[in-house]
């Protein structure tokens, strides 16, 4: 069972920068692909970004690629996604979520999920 803590969102205003973190329970985080997605209000969720345990691979969506940087610190079993230059569509929920023993941009793999961070841009 792993269980995951979001934070780090908020209001910023187009072109501005956030980083959110994910904190995760366990002593196996490591051998867990994660990843981030969003969901826009009326919208699905939609995959951002992941990351394998070991961090050797990392894959983006086109629309945040160039833009956003996932990254983890398996000492601190935390999860980051760094995003810069960030615009009025970049507006949503964003989850992480953990995959055990694998990584994919494909959400029906996620076993565990956060609660949300909400992420608003202003134009």
């Known amino acids: 069972q792993v269980q995951l803590v979001e934070s780090g969102g908020g209001l910023v205003q187009a072109g501005g920068s956030l980083r959110l973190s994910c904190a995760a329970s366990g002593r196996t985080f490591s051998s867990y692909g994660m990843g981030w997605f969003r969901q826009a209000p009326g919208k699905e969720r939609e995959f951002v970004a992941a990351?394998?345990?070991?961090?050797?691979?990392?894959y983006y969506a086109n629309s945040v690629k160039g833009r956003f940087t996932i990254s983890r610190d398996n000492t601190k079993n935390t999860v980051y996604l760094q995003m810069n230059s960030l615009k009025p569509e970049d507006t949503a929920v964003y989850y992480c979520?953990?995959?055990?023993?694998?990584?994919?941009?494909?959400?029906?793999?996620?076993?565990?999920w956060g609660q949300g961070t909400q992420v608003t841009v202003s134009s």
């Open positions: 990351i394998s345990g070991g961090s050797s691979w990392t």
């Open positions: 979520a953990a995959q055990r023993g694998g990584y994919s941009a494909y959400l029906a793999n996620y076993s565990y």
